[in-house]
């Protein structure tokens, strides 16, 4: 499809957020984003980060428009030192502004800050003139936010942990593009009274490294279990997967409530739901939907389309859900506009 040219030193990427089916907690080297495992995510169709980037040799300093609001403080500051770097990158010491908006409500526990940083690296470096690689472009993204790393890519991605010191051979890769399993439905149970993060997942999965006494056989367990659920993806087997699914949910939720001073993202409302996703199981007699959540409230349950109208009604019964959202795999990140006509980073 043919992209609008824009002003030089200007450009807009889109993303969309990714959910964790095998999650990333823990980085081996905080600095550099390097997680201690590999995790696996599926980017979903609906929501979207969209972000524009203008460096300006005339600005004083870089400014940051969150959803229509000037915004400063930490947020500002991340997206400061990320600019740093794509600076660094490019040699250019201009200041910037970018606009971000989200189509989501922002930091409700639906991975903004993975679509965020995913829309940003790829705007910023398409504004300051450089091509990157999906895969470097997925690098750069890590240092803003690890599971920003897997938000460059639509449908079912993997984020590889590798072994390099300097981190070279750590970036998300593709595993199935979105048409892969389309009937796979991703039902978002939207928690009311969802309490505001009161640690960043960044600082607060340091913590789970340092005290809880069940991380080191997380990190021992997560190979086998990301193998079994990437094969699962790949043979579209339902009932596989959706095991796999709980069952590493579980192990996240249990290094989380092990931590010193715990960490408990669930209230009741995202608890009733577990409950009523096992029973639906229980009844089923086998796997028919999954549950799964982030450092969050509100709790993701994949179905296939087949099932999700029953799903959809049992969760309906469940007090203190606000909304019940449908979405599926979505698209990769797109450069929505360039600078000046230049050739697409993707
Ligand atoms: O990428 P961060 O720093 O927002 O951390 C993400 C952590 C989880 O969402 C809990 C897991 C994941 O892999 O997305």
């Not at 910023?124 to 240092?143: D, F, K």
């Not at 290094?255 to 608890?271: H, I, K, M, N």
């Not at 049992?314 to 606000?322: C, H, S, Y």
Request: charged content about 25%; some cysteine; hydrophobic content about 35%.
């Amino acid at each position: 499809m043919a992209r609008k040219p824009g002003p030089p030193g200007r450009a807009t990427y889109d993303a969309a957020p990714n959910i964790a089916l095998v999650k990333y907690w823990g980085m081996r080297d905080p600095v550099l984003g390097l997680p201690y495992n590999s995790s696996l995510s599926v980017t979903l169709d609906r929501f979207r980060t969209r972000t524009s980037v203008r460096f300006d040799p005339e600005l004083v300093s870089d400014r940051f428009v969150l959803n229509g609001i000037d915004t400063g403080g930490r947020p500002l500051e991340s997206v400061h030192r990320f600019l740093d770097r794509v600076r660094e990158m490019a040699g250019t010491r201009s200041a910037a502004e970018v606009e971000s908006t989200n189509n989501f409500p922002t930091a409700s526990g639906l991975a903004s800050s993975a679509s965020g940083f995913a829309a940003l690296a790829g705007a910023s470096t398409a504004a300051a003139g450089l091509e990157l690689s999906p895969r470097a472009l997925s690098r750069l993204a890590r240092l803003g936010s690890g599971s920003a790393s897997r938000s460059v890519f639509g449908g079912f991605v993997e984020w590889q942990a590798g072994r390099a010191a300097d981190g070279h051979d750590c970036y998300a890769r593709p595993l199935h593009g979105p048409e892969h399993w389309p009937e796979l439905v991703d039902i978002v149970a939207i928690v009311g009274r969802a309490p505001e993060k009161e640690v960043r997942s960044t600082e607060a999965m340091q913590s789970t490294v340092a005290t809880s006494p069940d991380y080191r056989s997380r990190i021992d367990s997560v190979p086998d279990r990301l193998a079994t659920i990437r094969r699962a993806i790949s043979q579209r087997n339902a009932p596989r997967l959706f095991h796999a699914v709980i069952e590493e949910c579980d192990d996240f939720r249990r290094v989380c409530e092990t931590t010193v001073p715990t960490l408990d993202y669930l209230t009741p409302t995202s608890r009733a739901v577990l409950a009523t996703i096992r029973e639906l199981n229980c009844e089923s007699g086998r796997p028919v939907a999954a549950y799964t959540h982030d450092a969050g409230a509100h709790v993701h349950v994949f179905t296939l389309s087949k099932d999700a109208s029953r799903i959809r009604r049992r969760l309906e019964d469940v007090a203190g859900i606000t909304r019940l959202l449908t979405l599926h795999p979505g698209p990769d990140g797109r450069l929505v506009r360039g600078p000046g006509g230049a050739p697409a980073t993707r």
